[in-house]
């Protein structure tokens, strides 16, 4: 095969032509948008219609900014095709989606784009038979959620749409925002979001994928949220576990393996703690998430391909009230009684929400629900306070788990209420009527996502007790996870699943160590023996240890040949914490020829910017100090340029083939 050398110096003055000769559209646009699939995720439903009408403007921004603030990376939205085309085939319209999805990635979120619902004229000719098949409690179909009459009309939506949102440059959205992470559909394995069947699904799963990849190469394409209980389970009125749901659809079509990038499942488990003391060890978080990748490993050996990551794409906790009447699980749970036995009438058109087995008593060992005096199952909601244990409980398994996204459902209920269904008491902010006020989970999110964004799982740490057997009921235990900060910090985050006690955890040497509570405050802590003393209850807390800080800085020394007409010298030196955190710092020179373009920076690792010019001085060497002054020390970095009639310059040769 032949090999061209060319000079360095020369191919980057090609490329520079040729990238001047592009169209300015076809130039890459850049964002603030994150580069890659991270942890902390939320359903934000900022481009819900219901919004316009319920938060306008000004409450969509208040929440956009209340999300950030938080620490919330990667927002899940909906771009339904039911309303992107819903006029007839080729009638696009954009203006609210585009809107949302622009102030979203404008404030910095990454987002990941539901492709779903269809359009009254792209439908089955039998959707109105489907919604009605399986009726109980008041539940039915929408008729949004319907298949599409033609897998083709579902793939030119997701192709318009997937261009419209890659950020490219060409044929996008004002500012071409960034979605750079879909999915096809949301839980297709309930009845009440699929009146159809996984062959059917199937069939527009592949077409939407192979459309998505077609406008956008390098998007992620994750499967749709499966809501999982055991791998197994079924009702027999059309609601089915995920990955049952999964392997019918491969039956159908074995070809669909290579039609996602990541498994997202949804297990909710409502009634009962992610932990639960009682459950048997499968149907807990960590055995349903164990089950999922269990899964995936098992497909991937049968079918090929490389690892697929898993993601949870919905999970949460309702702080439902027994005020509330939709805070019951009967409806859901079969439990065949009128709305009206509890004096209440069913808004028409509003569904009960379905809860999924654990409210027939499939949970526990217990062999039906406990029934109140109107004969309706238990009040399945939580406590604010046990959503804000819950939800840290449910991300510290989950990345221990090795989970690559998590999304949280949800951040503010996009109907305020009105839809009388039990989940929109999962947000984590209050309604607008309520001033958007955060529950303790937002505060707990804040906290986690704050110290364990970009963090490594270490593993169970000593104190750990927390042991897992699928078929065995779990028991009461401690769980103690450790994971290392991307700044040097070990932080511990501990927690029992029932009762309270006290442990003594041994520190390591050269570390200082704090204490902080759920919601981030710092706590007292004893010391005991070089040991921490640590109470611990069902509200998880974090025990950070961390190194002292002290400044690094390289290069030690910038040393630079120029002659009198080279333009300036731009040159970066990173300054760094030798320790753990951040720190901050300043910088300044004594010589007019250097100047600092970053007089001031934070964090554990940055970049100082400084460039050196020539311009007005005679031949011959000077030199100046650069003095870096931080919170970490002080450093004196000597500079030197050389002024030079002539530099000889020598550049390595480029190698293509």
């Not at 580069?35 to 921004?61: H, K, P």
């Not at 793939?155 to 960034?178: C, F, H, L, N």
């Not at 459950?279 to 164990?290: A, D, E, K, M, N």
């Not at 963090?455 to 740490?461: D, R």
């Amino acid at each position: 095969m032949r090999r061209h050398i060319y000079p360095l110096a020369a191919l980057l003055a090609l490329t520079a032509i040729l990238l001047a000769a592009l169209p300015a559209e076809a130039q890459t646009v850049t964002s603030t948008q994150p580069a890659a699939i991270s942890l902390f995720g939320m359903n934000t439903y900022f481009t819900g219609r219901e919004r316009i009408s319920r938060d306008g403007d000004a409450g969509v921004a208040t929440l956009i900014a209340k999300g950030r603030q938080i620490g919330v990376a990667w927002a899940r939205e909906e771009l339904s095709w039911g309303n992107i085309e819903r006029e007839g085939k080729g009638l696009w319209q954009w203006d609210d989606i585009d809107i949302r999805i622009g102030a979203a990635a404008q404030a910095g979120y990454g987002v990941v784009g539901m492709l779903l619902t269809t359009p009254a004229w792209a439908r089955v000719g039998d959707c109105g038979v489907r919604t009605l098949r399986y009726i109980y409690a008041g539940v039915r179909a929408e008729s949004y959620w319907c298949p599409p009459a033609s897998p083709q009309d579902f793939a030119d939506y997701v192709r318009a749409t997937v261009e419209r949102y890659d950020g490219d440059g060409v044929d996008d959205a004002p500012g071409s925002p960034r979605v750079a992470a879909w999915q096809i559909w949301n839980e297709p394995n309930a009845w009440e979001t699929w009146p159809g069947s996984p062959a059917e699904f199937a069939a527009i799963w592949q077409a939407g994928y192979s459309a998505a990849r077609a406008a956008d190469p390098t998007a992620v394409v994750a499967s749709p949220g499966l809501y999982v209980f055991d791998g197994q389970w079924q009702d027999g009125v059309g609601h089915g576990d995920g990955l049952r749901f999964f392997d019918e659809a491969l039956a159908a079509r074995p070809s669909l393996w290579g039609s996602f990038d990541a498994l997202a499942v949804h297990p909710y488990m409502p009634d009962v703690a992610p932990d639960q003391p009682g459950l048997y060890g499968s149907i807990s978080l960590w055995g349903r998430l164990s089950t999922a990748r269990a899964w995936l490993d098992e497909h991937t050996r049968r079918y090929g391909g490389p690892p697929k990551p898993l993601w949870v794409s919905e999970v949460g906790w309702s702080t439902c009230t027994a005020a509330q009447a939709d805070c019951y699980a009967g409806a859901a749970a079969g439990v065949q009684q009128e709305a009206g036995a509890r004096g209440q009438e069913q808004q028409a058109g509003q569904p009960t929400a379905f809860l999924g087995p654990m409210a027939t008593g499939a949970y526990t060992d217990t062999s039906a629900p406990q029934l109140d005096s109107a004969g309706l199952a238990a009040l399945v909601g939580k406590s604010e306070d046990q959503q804000a244990s819950y939800l840290v409980r449910a991300y510290g398994l989950a990345m221990a788990a090795g989970v690559q996204h998590m999304s949280w459902f949800q951040l503010e209920d996009k109907f305020d209420g009105s839809a009388h269904n039990f989940w929109e008491e999962a947000a984590i902010f209050g309604t607008a009527a309520e001033g958007y006020r955060a529950k303790p989970a937002a505060q707990a999110y804040a906290a986690m996502s704050g110290l364990l964004t970009g963090a490594s799982f270490l593993g169970f740490g000593g104190l750990s007790t927390f042991a897992y057997s699928p078929a065995a009921l779990s028991p009461q235990a401690r769980f103690h996870l450790r994971f290392l900060t991307a700044d040097n910090r070990l932080v511990d985050l501990l927690w029992r699943n029932s009762g309270v006690g006290t442990v003594y955890l041994p520190l390591e040497p050269g570390r200082g160590a704090e204490l902080l509570d759920r919601a981030g405050a710092a706590q007292g802590l004893s010391i005991v023996g070089g040991a921490a003393q640590l109470a611990l209850s069902e509200s998880p807390i974090y025990l950070i240890q961390s190194i002292s800080p002290g400044l690094t800085i390289a290069p030690a020394s910038l040393d630079v040949h120029v002659q009198p007409d080279d333009p300036p010298q731009q040159l970066s030196i990173v300054v760094a914490n030798s320790g753990s955190g951040a720190i901050s710092w300043a910088a300044t020179t004594d010589a007019a020829w250097a100047d600092v373009q970053t007089p001031a920076g934070q964090g554990y690792r940055s970049l100082l910017r400084i460039s050196l010019s020539p311009a007005g001085l005679r031949l011959g060497s000077y030199s100046a100090i650069l003095r870096v002054s931080s919170s970490a020390g002080t450093s004196d970095i000597p500079l030197r340029m050389v002024v030079s009639e002539h530099v000889y310059r020598r550049y390595l040769p480029f190698v293509g083939r």
